[in-house]
């Protein structure tokens, strides 16, 4: 027999009505779409609709010219018949795809120039890319990065962002993979007024509402622990919900402004550490995706094979840790950070593709997993999909599951109805 009334359980409905409101509204959950494994800045005036192929052929030839690809593989841990799958895989990726996300940084990589040469660098960029979206050029992702809503730059970041997109805009559709991105964050209010910017830009563009979502890159302490002792990063997806689409970790802005010296300023510094497992969790379940920083350490003249140690490990570190993405800013990064994100979602496969083949065939195995698991088990599968590391056809044989269905279990939100 039932012990608790229909008013009972009304009046539970009732007291958790604003839990459920904020549950569906606060976090919803990963969108399903795919995330680039890295960010490549370059001061804005120097891309052309050539770029992205100049840097794939410059990734190649370096590559070339320090015994190819599978030593790479080697040079970063690789066994023999791994790093020969990797090389294969890496060289076809900067062949087609050598860069899946670009920022035409007006910010730091850009300096001052004058306000009569930013305007007519900003008007030129966004119409080289168009042309280079027109031409089928691009990236899958592109956009800018402009300058801070500090007070002595403020008015000029907010010009540049305007003329982007307005050019943009007149030039037809916006692509699909538009990013912008708002540097150096100390506060809310911030974060506010740029949600204000973009959705007045809709309203003049006649954009549809949200269209403008943007990032915001963290890189000063008081993001983490504001004036008032509490977090202000984990109030970002809760003061404009639905608008910011990443964090991105700044290295070394953040590592300055806690008196790190130049020296040990790193990816793997602890206070890096610390600053990115407070983002984690002020963005969990909210869909807010995570970015890591750069090594300024770069693979040129006598230190190429050092540099490449150091981005691999850099790199395999944060997938580790949970960071899928990160920065890069030379040509001969990307050797190195397609190398070792290869060859950690390749190494993965076949545990990851095993537990999941149990777990949607409910076949008994050494590991139990529930549903929460399963879900990591084929984001971390989907996630090798979408980066060129893993073919569906590997999939389909491993764990017996077509693209769609691990799409599925990846984000199984997105089959299911909202119930408020």
């Known amino acids: 027999m039932s012990s608790l009334t229909p008013a009972d359980l009304a009046h539970i409905e009732s007291q958790l009505e604003a839990t459920d409101q904020l549950l569906d509204r606060n976090y919803p959950g990963d969108d399903g779409s795919r995330q680039p494994i890295h960010t490549v800045y370059i001061p804005a005036d120097r891309f052309t609709p050539t770029f992205v192929a100049d840097w794939g052929k410059q990734a190649l030839t370096t590559a070339e010219a320090h015994g190819g690809l599978e030593k790479l593989g080697q040079l970063l841990g690789q066994e023999p018949d791994l790093a020969i799958a990797v090389a294969e895989r890496v060289a076809a990726k900067l062949s087609a795809e050598p860069i899946e996300d670009l920022r035409l940084d007006f910010e730091d990589g850009y300096g001052d120039r004058g306000d009569e040469a930013e305007d007519a660098d900003a008007v030129a960029a966004a119409q080289a890319v168009a042309a280079a979206v027109a031409a089928g050029t691009a990236p899958p992702f592109i956009g800018i990065r402009f300058k801070c809503f500090e007070a002595p730059t403020r008015a000029r970041g907010l010009r540049t962002l305007d003329l982007f997109v307005s050019t943009l805009a007149a030039a037809g559709e916006l692509p699909a993979g538009l990013i912008l991105t708002l540097p150096k964050v100390t506060t809310v209010a911030q974060v506010q007024a740029m949600d204000f910017a973009v959705s007045r ?32 990063v984990a109030q970002l997806p809760h003061v404009v919900p639905g608008r910011i689409s990443a964090l991105h970790y700044g290295t070394y802005d953040y590592s300055a402004s806690l ?8 990816m793997e510094h602890p206070v890096a550490d610390f600053a990115k497992q407070v983002m984690q969790l002020a963005v969990a379940g909210t869909g807010i995706r995570l970015s890591d920083g750069s090594t300024n350490i770069i693979p040129v003249g006598d230190a190429v094979e050092d540099a490449w140690k150091l981005h691999g490990r850099l790199v395999r570190r944060s997938l580790e840790n949970g960071y899928y993405q990160g920065w890069d800013l030379h ?9 070792a994100s290869y060859a950690f979602y390749r190494e993965g496969l076949p545990a990851a593709a095993l537990r999941l083949r149990n777990y949607v065939e409910r076949t008994e195995g050494g590991v139990m997993d529930e549903p929460a698991t399963a879900r990591a088990l ?6 090798g999909v979408q980066c060129g590391a893993v073919g569906t056809d590997e999939v389909k044989a491993l764990a017996g599951v077509e693209l769609s269905q691990l799409t599925a279990l990846a984000h199984p939100r997105l089959a299911q109805p909202t119930s408020h």
């Not at 983490?224 to 202000?232: F, K, M, Q, T, Y």
């Not at 008196?259 to 790193?266: H, L, N, T």
């Not at 040509?331 to 190398?339: I, K």
């Open 331 to 339: 040509a001969a990064q990307l050797p190195s950070r397609f190398s």
């Open 259 to 266: 008196g790190i010296s130049a020296e040990y300023q790193s």
């Open 378 to 383: 084929a984001g971390f599968v989907l996630r």
């Open 201 to 232: 830009l809709e309203e003049v563009l006649g954009l549809p509402a949200g269209r403008l979502r943007f990032e915001v890159q963290v890189e000063t302490p008081q993001l983490i622990i504001g004036a008032d002792g509490n977090s202000p």
